[in-house]
């Protein structure tokens, strides 16, 4: 009589690491899903948005805080201030900010949702990375935007007002800063460091997924240097300091991920040799 195989404590279950069958849903259900997603992920935007309408003013004066200082260190002549060219201009204007307060306030909603859109095709462990990913993603984000409120929009905004004052015969140039140009100019420049902060929590996944492993980022760090700097110069004012602001954490963090590619492959060698 053949004896049935049994698993002992050690050996790992492949079964149980089978990620769900996507046929189980059919395509309708998918987009049921994915339009129930995009209704949560709205409705808590508009939330955000709501919030952000309410302390409107005190968002501003955050968002204006490096401007000012800007103002004040490159001896520019008057208060800084900040003007509307026609009466609804600045009513459009408290839109635009109150809709970037919602996004900053919905990330983390926004994180889940998607995350949770694509967790019945991954395997068991990877499921378990749900609130890591969620809080590591929001965490990057603000710090990111943070970063360039504190550190590069002061610099920039120094180096842009300095351009100003008396050129040859007397002839002067002041600044008389839009507050849709300005709100604009900051919201860009905000949600870009935040995107690019997230770039450990990408990499980290595409090596997980196997995509990429540290190898081919050593391989393509080169490049990514170049793509950096290019992207840097596209999106940052066109001062040198500013380019080197967004391109040097860029870089940096590029190669933390590198780092945290090679711990996955260590770990992988690992759970793979403790399975033969």
Request: proline fraction near 5%.
């Amino acid at each position: 009589m053949t004896e049935t195989p049994t698993l002992d404590s050690g050996d790992v279950d492949d079964t149980a690491e089978e990620p769900e069958e996507e046929s189980s849903m059919t395509f309708w259900e998918h987009l049921g899903e994915l339009r129930s997603r995009v209704f949560k992920t709205l409705l808590f935007f508009v939330l955000g948005c709501a919030v952000g309408w309410y302390f409107r003013e005190s968002v501003l004066l955050w968002l204006t805080t490096p401007f000012i200082t800007a103002w004040k260190a490159s001896g520019v002549a008057g208060e800084a201030a900040l003007h509307f060219p026609a009466p609804a201009s600045l009513f459009l204007s408290y839109v635009k900010l109150s809709m970037l307060t919602g996004a900053v306030l919905s990330a983390p909603v926004i994180f889940y949702q998607g995350w949770s859109f694509i967790a019945p095709g991954l395997y068991a462990h990877e499921k378990r990375l749900t609130i890591p990913f969620v809080i590591a993603s929001t965490g990057l984000f603000g710090a990111g935007a943070y970063f360039g409120w504190r550190i590069a929009f002061p610099i920039a905004f120094q180096y842009l007002l300095s351009l100003s004052g008396e050129v040859a015969g007397g002839f002067k140039v002041e600044p008389t800063v839009m507050i849709g140009d300005y709100i604009e100019f900051v919201s860009r420049m905000l949600l870009a460091f935040g995107a690019i902060f997230e770039l450990p929590v990408i990499i980290f996944f595409l090596t997980l997924a196997g995509v990429v492993d540290h190898h081919k980022l050593l391989a393509f760090s080169r490049y990514f240097i170049v793509a950096a700097f290019a992207l840097s110069a596209v999106i940052t004012p066109p001062d040198i300091l500013s380019q080197l602001l967004m391109a040097g954490p860029l870089c940096l963090l590029y190669f933390f991920s590198i780092g945290i590619a090679w711990l996955i492959g260590i770990r992988k060698k690992r759970a793979q040799a403790s399975s033969d």
